[in-house]
């Protein structure tokens, strides 16, 4: 206990050093580039598939089957962020991320154990993985808040951008691993798809996941250790638990509006509806921040529509994030140039979830997110021309969307600590995040369907109809004075 205690509470820094916010979000950021490795699965589906086909069964696996495991994944992940927020009210930040991260990293050695088998590695490197993944993921960007607190949104977004950077650093370590010859899939002149059949590749897709889970628990050992809580200040600790907020239009408490997100007055307006689309027009009382315990969050509208709008742009985030190697192999037979397409893909990703969360501090939420879906929209339904112009109009789009998919999740992060406050910030976003529980297995089973029937111009398709339906949802969020918004 002792150990634990001393683990838990060291170093121990104060708010007004200039040098540990910084290292904090660096460890935060370094932490999520490894659980961001979840990104990883679009490049490695191939390798996996290959090797079921080839060692082990189900030998009918395909590129589209293959999504349950990442849609697995996603259901360990929405499933446990809830309770890793409870856990570090419990166990402390650095603690809860090491065991969450750890969880996750113990998911990808066992994989090489269970790589013959599609449904035990639906558990060791989907479920496990995602699991893992889950509990650790708020921990940093809340820690992250806690230092910055008048900078939650870029805050939250630069740690998250290291989320984004795993793939762009682990695709290639995986390729270079894996196919340092650049070994070709094989398949049908205008096949859908291709897959390896190399023994070495093969063999050495097996022992690339004892060699990830060990550099990925030594980067979570060493990050973790750099995770702490600025000291509580006495003030603070005294308001943490009241729910209150000064506006220049409104004083009434966000918990008994009825008309949070209804057309009307603005003093008819909730405080939490304000703050998503006018906090320009917000003044925050910092003695009393709004902290909204997770239960009461069930009681606002603005948590609702949150929910959805993540749950639909999540099919987006779903299809283009498991499939695109895998389409892009049907016409680009490079394997080389897909992972590199990947690498820059992931930085575009992280990049983006800095650039989207800046924007959201600078105009509103609201705006910021109808940008990015319309911009996702619109590249999700021309994304089946990349098969007609080659690889370079393939290379643009795959930057785009990645570059919104790092919006996604970038902005409801920031949305949540606005809306709801950041001492509860993990377990709330967790709440939020429960949304691809559900987004997880429907963008796995709508491909698998879809890919039989239309192809992959179905799959693009159905998924930009419904990160436009996201745009319509958001836009719900608009009062009466909208302009106001757009400041």
Same mark, same amino acid.
């Given at each position: 206990?002792?150990?634990?205690?001393?683990?838990?509470?060291?170093?121990?820094?104060?708010?007004? #050093?200039?040098?540990?916010? *910084?290292? !904090?979000? /660096?460890?935060?950021? +370094?932490?999520?580039?490894?659980?961001?490795? $979840?990104? @990883?699965?679009?490049?490695?589906?191939?390798?996996?598939?290959?090797?079921?086909?080839?060692?082990?069964?189900?030998?009918?696996?395909?590129?589209?089957?293959?999504?349950?495991?990442?849609?697995?994944?996603?259901?360990?992940?929405?499933?446990?962020?809830?309770?890793?927020?409870?856990?570090?009210?419990?166990?402390?930040?650095?603690?809860?991320?090491?065991?969450? #991260?750890?969880?996750?990293? *113990?998911? !990808?050695? /066992?994989?090489?154990? +269970?790589?013959?088998?599609?449904?035990?590695? $639906?558990? @060791?490197?989907?479920?496990?993985?995602?699991?893992?993944?889950?509990?650790?993921?708020?921990?940093?960007?809340?820690?992250?808040?806690?230092?910055?607190?008048?900078?939650?949104?870029?805050?939250?977004?630069?740690?998250?951008?290291?989320?984004?950077?795993?793939?762009?650093?682990?695709?290639?370590?995986?390729?270079?691993?894996?196919?340092?010859?650049?070994?070709?899939?094989?398949?049908?002149?205008?096949?859908?798809?291709?897959?390896?059949?190399?023994?070495?590749?093969?063999?050495?897709?097996?022992?690339?996941?004892?060699?990830?889970?060990?550099?990925?628990?030594?980067?979570?050992?060493?990050?973790?250790?750099?995770?702490?809580?600025?000291?509580?200040?006495?003030?603070?600790?005294?308001?943490?638990?009241?729910?209150?907020?000064?506006?220049?239009?409104?004083?009434?408490?966000?918990?008994?509006?009825?008309?949070?997100?209804?057309?009307?007055?603005?003093?008819?307006?909730?405080?939490?509806?304000?703050?998503?689309?006018?906090?320009?027009?917000?003044?925050?009382?910092?003695?009393?921040?709004?902290?909204?315990?997770?239960?009461?969050?069930?009681?606002?509208?603005?948590?609702?529509?949150?929910?959805?709008?993540?749950?639909?742009?999540?099919?987006?985030?779903?299809?283009?994030?498991?499939?695109?190697?895998?389409?892009?192999?049907?016409?680009?037979?490079?394997?080389?140039?897909?992972?590199?397409?990947?690498?820059?893909?992931?930085?575009?990703?992280?990049?983006?979830?800095?650039?989207?969360?800046?924007?959201?501090?600078?105009?509103?939420?609201?705006?910021?997110?109808?940008?990015?879906?319309?911009?996702?929209?619109?590249?999700?339904?021309?994304?089946?021309?990349?098969?007609?112009?080659?690889?370079?109009?393939?290379?643009?789009?795959?930057?785009?969307?990645?570059?919104?998919?790092?919006?996604?999740?970038?902005?409801?992060?920031?949305?949540?600590?606005?809306?709801?406050?950041?001492?509860?910030?993990?377990?709330?976003?967790?709440?939020?995040?429960?949304?691809?529980?559900?987004?997880?297995?429907?963008?796995?089973?709508?491909?698998?369907?879809?890919?039989?029937?239309?192809?992959?111009?179905?799959?693009?398709?159905?998924?930009?109809?419904?990160?436009?339906?996201?745009?319509?949802?958001?836009?719900?969020?608009?009062?009466?004075?909208?302009?106001?918004?757009?400041?």
């Amino acid at each position: 206990m002792k150990f634990l205690k001393a683990v838990r509470n060291w170093p121990r820094y104060d708010r007004n #050093s200039k040098c540990p916010p *910084v290292v !904090v979000v /660096l460890a935060g950021a +370094t932490m999520h580039l490894t659980l961001g490795t $979840l990104y @990883t699965f679009g490049n490695m589906s191939p390798y996996v598939v290959s090797y079921i086909r080839k060692y082990g069964h189900p030998t009918s696996t395909t590129a589209e089957t293959a999504t349950w495991i990442y849609a697995l994944a996603i259901l360990g992940q929405g499933l446990s962020m809830y309770f890793g927020g409870k856990l570090e009210l419990k166990l402390g930040t650095r603690l809860t991320a090491l065991l969450g #991260s750890l969880t996750m990293s *113990v998911g !990808v050695a /066992l994989s090489y154990f +269970t790589i013959a088998s599609f449904w035990l590695l $639906l558990i @060791t490197y989907g479920f496990v993985f995602g699991f893992g993944v889950g509990i650790a993921y708020p921990i940093p960007m809340a820690c992250a808040i806690r230092w910055l607190p008048k900078r939650k949104g870029f805050a939250a977004g630069c740690v998250v951008a290291g989320f984004g950077l795993g793939a762009f650093i682990f695709d290639q370590v995986q390729t270079a691993f894996i196919n340092p010859d650049g070994i070709k899939p094989v398949g049908d002149d205008g096949a859908t798809e291709r897959y390896f059949e190399d023994p070495q590749v093969l063999k050495r897709t097996k022992q690339c996941f004892l060699i990830l889970g060990a550099l990925y628990t030594i980067l979570q050992v060493i990050s973790a250790f750099f995770l702490v809580d600025p000291k509580p200040d006495d003030e603070a600790e005294e308001s943490n638990d009241s729910v209150q907020l000064t506006s220049v239009t409104s004083s009434e408490n966000p918990l008994d509006s009825d008309s949070i997100l209804s057309p009307g007055s603005d003093e008819e307006m909730s405080d939490t509806e304000l703050i998503l689309t006018q906090s320009s027009d917000i003044k925050i009382n910092n003695s009393n921040p709004v902290n909204f315990k997770p239960k009461q969050l069930f009681r606002q509208k603005t948590f609702y529509l949150i929910w959805i709008m993540f749950l639909l742009s999540g099919q987006g985030v779903i299809t283009v994030s498991t499939l695109y190697k895998a389409y892009g192999f049907g016409f680009i037979k490079s394997d080389q140039f897909l992972a590199i397409s990947g690498a820059i893909a992931s930085l575009s990703n992280a990049s983006g979830r800095i650039i989207w969360s800046y924007l959201a501090d600078k105009f509103s939420f609201r705006f910021t997110a109808m940008v990015m879906m319309n911009l996702m929209t619109a590249l999700l339904l021309t994304f089946s021309a990349t098969s007609l112009a080659g690889k370079g109009m393939f290379l643009a789009w795959i930057t785009m969307l990645f570059f919104c998919i790092g919006g996604v999740f970038s902005l409801f992060p920031a949305a949540t600590v606005r809306a709801f406050g950041s001492k509860y910030f993990a377990s709330n976003y967790g709440l939020v995040f429960s949304s691809q529980v559900i987004a997880g297995p429907v963008g796995a089973f709508l491909p698998t369907i879809l890919s039989q029937s239309l192809g992959y111009i179905g799959v693009w398709y159905l998924s930009a109809g419904l990160v436009y339906i996201a745009v319509l949802v958001t836009y719900c969020c608009s009062m009466r004075h909208p302009a106001k918004s757009f400041k």
